[in-house]
């Protein structure tokens, strides 16, 4: 059977979980690294940006400085372990240099990012720059690319009403639409 040419009959349309980019009722840490702060301040005002306009206000936002992207993830574990946190940014910048410090740093930073996430059940969004120059976190963080951590905010909202409808069993608000594509 070709699968490409199977026409979805239209009573069958499963239940979409979606989130969108609205803080009501939500919470949010972040964590950000000070070292490279040149870059990661700027990833910052990206992702309050986004926030403030999903409509969060400052007292719904906890910002938690660390030293560096090293220890982001056990911030952000700790954060989590608290369940006061909907969802959680975590904001560095890991640049290349000329010894295999980096690969040891980005990756175990990733890792740790990842288990923390795993380990709370709290959504933690990714915004740590991985660089080969300083050139190329510059443009991440607001000049060319434009700005992750603001993409970083974004995801940080989407996230924080999707944990909270697969908690409360899948169900959906009433202003969050089902997503059914209809027939031509």
């Known amino acids: 059977m070709n699968r490409s040419k199977i026409n979805m ?22 964590v950000v690294s000070r070292f490279n702060s040149f870059i990661t301040e700027r990833l910052l005002a990206g992702t309050l940006e986004a926030l403030e306009q999903g409509g969060a206000s400052a007292k719904q936002i906890d910002v938690a400085r660390v030293p560096g992207s090293f220890e982001i993830s056990l911030t ?25 410090h980096f690969d040891y740093i980005a990756t175990e ?10 380990e709370t059940g709290v959504p933690t969004i990714f915004c740590v720059l991985t660089c080969d120059t300083l050139e190329q976190a510059i443009d991440r963080a607001g000049l060319k690319g434009g700005n992750k951590g603001y993409e ?7 996230m924080a009403q999707i944990s909270r409808r697969l908690r409360d069993g899948g169900s959906t608000s009433p202003d969050a639409t089902r997503s059914r594509k209809r027939r031509r």
Do not use: W
Request: aromatic share 6%.
């Open 152 to 158: 970083a905010g974004l995801a940080a909202l989407e």
């Open 109 to 118: 930073v990733a890792r740790g990012i990842q288990l923390a996430q795993m």
């Open 76 to 100: 952000a574990k700790k954060m989590g372990e608290t369940k006061s946190y909907h969802a959680i940014v975590a904001i560095g910048c890991i640049l290349r240099g000329e010894t295999p």
């Open 9 to 30: 009959n239209e009573a069958f349309q499963p239940n979409e979980i979606r989130g969108t980019y609205d803080a009501a009722g939500s919470r949010f840490g972040i």
